[in-house]
């Protein structure tokens, strides 16, 4: 469908082009510093978590059902914390690992243990002659730069309405044992905002794959709710069980976007023997995780009820910039035909497409005019976007006005682009 620059007659188009160029100079005349490149919460959610700081004193009760937090000990997690990563992930709480804030560094460990080791009973994948992970895209850069960093090669599986598009998962694990895992954001993925279907949810937890074949359930959206009607999300753990495969299922999740960014805690979930030996390696380096930051965090959010109640206040200040990503992309590119972008209901992402050929040049006019975004390609493995139509949206650090004139800078870059591109193609 051609938008409505493809439909001018080629004066009409030169015309709109000379009027976008005049506004692109008064837009750089004003010399902007807008940043809208990573998910960052904004300094006003962070301190919604400042009151958790005054809870461990130098008087506090440091026990946590027993266990003593101020020394050594304790590698899984205290007793509290992997109650809450239980519920977090799905997961009973003796099935939990609760470590430190990072859960892209639990990805990281689990995916060298098994390079190095391997799937007990199966080859090291370091051994192997070829190793590839499905990365569905748009997706997560940091998730394709684990992969890359180990020579795997990332496979990218195209992201749906309803997650990745499962008849291409299946057809590539069931004829391609060099499969051995894939990630998956599945709440709110980044960037889409797409929640994972529960036919979706199935088909991953049951299909054929090699039998040491692992997915990465990133859940780090799973109380990253816009409202209290947020998506639902079925629990994989349980399927996978039933079906005979709980150890394909590698669960993380963390509060890095609950509390505080790099100081929280993060959860490792998964099979009763996926826990065991992962904690099995990890010990070797790793005596306990800091006991304290959980006891401080559990305190401050005791159950999943807490935790809930403490994501309302931070929906609080999310919903005014989904509301501005919303509204400013409509009035701007509505009905133009020349973007497409997504709506979603939680999450930290949106995720935006413009014409063929259009987003490392958006990107780059928006540099120009003071606003940064996320690398072009970098939503795909290798920074290789094959349609370069995709730029991820991450509208939750600027304030409000900052997001609006932001978005204004986008909506003018992907015109002009847009124009230029109809011109090019006649």
């Not at 987003?359 to 003071?370: F, H, N, S, V, Y």
């Amino acid at each position: 469908m051609q938008n409505a620059y493809q439909k001018m007659d080629t004066a009409e188009l030169k015309a709109a082009i000379a009027e976008l160029e005049r506004e692109v100079e008064e837009t750089r005349a004003k010399e902007l510093k807008l940043d809208m490149a990573r998910g960052k919460p904004s300094p006003e959610q962070v301190n919604i978590s400042r009151p958790m700081l005054d809870i461990l004193t130098s008087d506090a009760d440091l026990m946590d059902e027993g266990v003593d937090c101020s020394n050594y000990g304790c590698f899984e997690g205290i007793p509290s914390a992997r109650r809450l990563a239980g519920e977090f992930i799905g997961v009973p709480p003796e099935q939990t690992i609760v470590l430190g804030s990072s859960s892209l560094n639990i990805m990281q460990s689990i995916l060298i243990h098994y390079w190095e080791k391997g799937v007990p009973g199966y080859t090291p994948w370091s051994k192997l002659d070829h190793v590839k992970f499905l990365c569905p895209a748009p997706g997560y850069d940091r998730h394709f730069g684990i992969t890359q960093d180990l020579g795997i090669e990332n496979v990218p599986v195209r992201m749906t309405e309803t997650g990745p598009d499962m008849d291409e998962v299946e057809r590539l694990l069931a004829e391609d044992d060099s499969i051995k895992g894939m990630f998956c954001v599945p709440k709110y993925s980044n960037p889409t905002g797409v929640t994972y279907s529960e036919e979706t949810v199935r088909r991953l937890a049951t299909c054929k794959a090699a039998p040491d074949f692992r997915i990465v359930w990133d859940n780090a959206y799973a109380v990253h709710d816009l409202t209290d009607d947020g998506d639902k999300l079925a629990n994989i753990f349980d399927i996978a069980r039933e079906a005979g495969n709980e150890d394909r299922i590698l669960g993380v999740a963390s509060t890095s976007k609950i509390t505080f960014p790099g100081a929280g805690i993060a959860f490792f979930g998964s099979s009763p023997a996926n826990v065991v030996e992962v904690a099995n390696t990890l010990k070797v380096g790793l005596i306990s995780a800091n006991k304290l930051n959980q006891l401080m965090h559990t305190r401050f959010l005791p159950d999943l009820d807490a935790v809930h109640e403490h994501m309302r206040k931070h929906a609080e200040f999310l919903r005014p910039r989904f509301d501005a990503v919303e509204r400013k992309l409509s009035e701007g590119l509505g009905g133009t035909g020349c973007a497409t972008w997504t709506h979603p209901n939680g999450g930290y992402f949106v995720s935006f497409d413009g014409p063929e050929g259009s987003a490392k040049r958006i990107a780059a006019l928006c540099a120009e005019l003071g606003v940064k975004l996320t690398p072009a390609g970098a939503t795909w493995p290798y920074g290789n976007d094959p349609h370069d139509t995709n730029i991820r949206i991450a509208p939750t650090y600027p304030s409000v006005d900052e997001l609006e004139a932001a978005l204004d800078v986008l909506v003018l870059a992907t015109k002009l682009v847009s124009a230029q591109l109809a011109l090019e193609e006649r």
